[in-house]
């Protein structure tokens, strides 16, 4: 096929890519050492590169030639011919856990820099062009944060904002939101942003002991909203787990007769929506966009009504039929949930607050709270994304993989929110991961532009490829054959070539 002359740049990925090191197994697929890969346009032509992140996991466990870095689904032991002394230290060192920096989640642009990303403290910078591995940056030297999201949002200055939870300090357990810099001051050249990262706010958590585990949060222009969910880390359980012989992962609970509570944070005056707003217990890993009408806040995201997908990327049931034994209890589902921030506050008890033309309801309890419903736009989509420029606004479309019950992808999906009507892209034996949406510089419309996603296919002897579809009309516009053993990669970002001057070999 042919690609459009003003696709120029690189679209990168990141995901886990090593399953096996020496005689030993990673027990969950999201374990694996990060593999980074990046497809170059230049001039109508695509290069291929990728790298594994030579994080201080990576080279530990090389070395070793086996893992001894704990992962969240896989707990690593001390060498058994250490004296027991030694053995001993290793077992207390574990209480508040030296997390790992195998980054292999997605890439975070701050200022000019590029990182990969985790959901732990820990993120690694990399070059763009070459996927060199280079400094470890550690959070917490800035902001008391163990754990942050995979999923940062950008404002329109470039500035980063991003959540971290706080577990158990000063005796609070809270989630913090930070911003870090686009731009550092002049005569500090040398100074890093994340030197200059600025706490925006802290929300206590409902539990001390119970922090929400989450893997992304919503923004509009006016707010940013968290959703603390009833699937929560058991801090107890995590500090004595290495002793006990069993993985992070197993101290995640899910309480189906709990509530979810939505956080609206002012972004001028920092603080925190007084009324408080809740639903049903859901789980949900990823927000589609968010924005606000007519005193209303507007947010969209896919919710699951158990924690099943978790576990169905063990790799023991990701067996060579996993496509037919595999099967999701709950499937994703795409909800709108609208939320009245002005509202009559002489509403009756018991009476819809919602004043937009939607489905979803917002009903005033006797305690003051206020009960929200979603209204549902479609059911079966996963790894959203879209055309970014329209984030926080009010957009059309989101670009999805689409899963039916297996946690397998099989189709990419383009979903118009308002209309309800959806476009698929699908092949024979192929495994699409998430698109990427590329915006047309001289876009006149938000669905302008290109989709790029990396193809593999279910039977390893045909070549993967990357995928390009006119974002309009879903229509194929070419393919890169790669011939290469591709992994499956979970979040990616494409940067433009004036933001990254593209070298080929």
């Given at each position: 096929?042919?690609?459009?002359?003003?696709?120029?740049?690189?679209?990168?990925?990141n995901g886990p890519g090593m399953h096996t090191i020496g005689d030993s197994k990673y027990n969950h697929w999201f374990d694996g050492l990060a593999l980074l890969h990046s497809f170059t346009f230049k001039n109508g032509e695509v290069y291929y590169r990728s790298k594994y992140l030579r994080s201080d996991t990576y080279n530990c466990n090389i070395e070793a030639n086996r893992i001894v870095v704990s992962e969240f689904g896989t707990m690593a032991y001390p060498d058994p011919c250490k004296n027991i002394f030694a053995k001993a230290f290793s077992y207390l060192s574990h209480t508040i856990p030296e997390f790992t920096d195998n980054c292999l989640i997605n890439i975070m642009k701050a200022g000019d820099d590029f990182y990969a990303t985790g959901e732990t403290n820990f993120i690694r910078k990399i070059n763009p062009q070459t996927l060199e591995t280079l400094e470890k940056v550690d959070y917490n030297k800035y902001v008391s944060v163990n754990v942050a999201t995979s999923h940062p949002h950008y404002d329109s200055a470039g500035n980063v904002l991003n959540m971290g939870t706080s577990i158990v300090d000063k005796g609070k357990t809270k989630y913090v939101l930070f911003k870090i810099p686009s731009s550092v001051p002049e005569k500090g050249k040398?100074?890093?942003?994340?030197?200059?990262?600025?706490?925006?706010?802290?929300?206590?958590?409902?539990?001390?002991?119970?922090p929400s585990y989450y893997h992304s949060f919503g923004l509009t222009e006016n707010y940013i909203i968290f959703i603390e969910q009833p699937f929560r880390l058991d801090i107890v359980k995590m500090a004595t787990a290495y002793i006990r012989g069993v993985n992070w992962a197993s101290c995640l609970a899910y309480n189906k007769d709990d509530k979810t509570w939505f956080h609206f944070i002012d972004r001028k005056t920092k603080k925190e929506v007084s009324t408080k707003f809740y639903t049903d217990a859901l789980v949900f890993f990823h927000h589609i966009n968010a924005y606000e009408e007519d005193g209303h806040i507007?947010?969209?995201?896919?919710?699951?009504?158990?924690?099943s997908l978790y576990d169905m990327f063990y790799l023991k049931n990701l067996g060579k039929d996993?496509?037919?034994n595999t099967k999701l209890t709950s499937i994703p589902t795409c909800k709108r949930f609208v939320v009245p921030l002005q509202y009559d506050k002489d509403a009756e008890v018991g009476s819809n607050l919602v004043r937009l033309a939607s489905t979803a309801t917002a009903v005033k309890e006797k305690?003051?709270?206020?009960y929200c419903q979603p209204e549902v736009l479609c059911e079966g989509i996963e790894l959203p994304r879209i055309n970014y420029n329209y984030n926080g606004k009010k957009y059309k479309y989101v670009f999805a993989t689409e899963v039916q019950w297996s946690p397998i992808p099989t189709k990419i999906a383009k979903f118009n929110v308002q209309t309800k009507e959806m476009l698929h892209w699908r092949q024979d034996h192929c495994w699409p991961s998430e698109p990427v949406f590329v915006p047309n510089p001289d876009a006149k419309e938000e669905d302008d532009g290109v989709v790029l996603t990396c193809v593999l296919k279910s039977d390893p002897k045909e070549a993967p490829f990357l995928l390009v579809l006119d974002a309009k009309t879903f229509t194929e516009l070419g393919r890169a054959i790669v011939n290469v053993e591709?992994?499956?990669?979970?979040?990616?970002?494409?940067?433009?070539?004036?933001?990254?001057?593209?070298?080929?070999?």
């Open positions: 096929g042919q690609l459009p002359t003003w696709l120029q740049g690189v679209l990168l990925r040398k100074k890093s942003h994340f030197k200059n990262l600025e706490v925006v706010c802290s929300i206590p958590s409902h539990s001390l002991l119970h507007i947010f969209d995201l896919i919710a699951y009504t158990d924690n996993f496509e037919e305690d003051g709270n206020i591709m992994h499956m990669d979970l979040h990616g970002m494409f940067i433009p070539e004036q933001v990254v001057k593209t070298e080929t070999e």
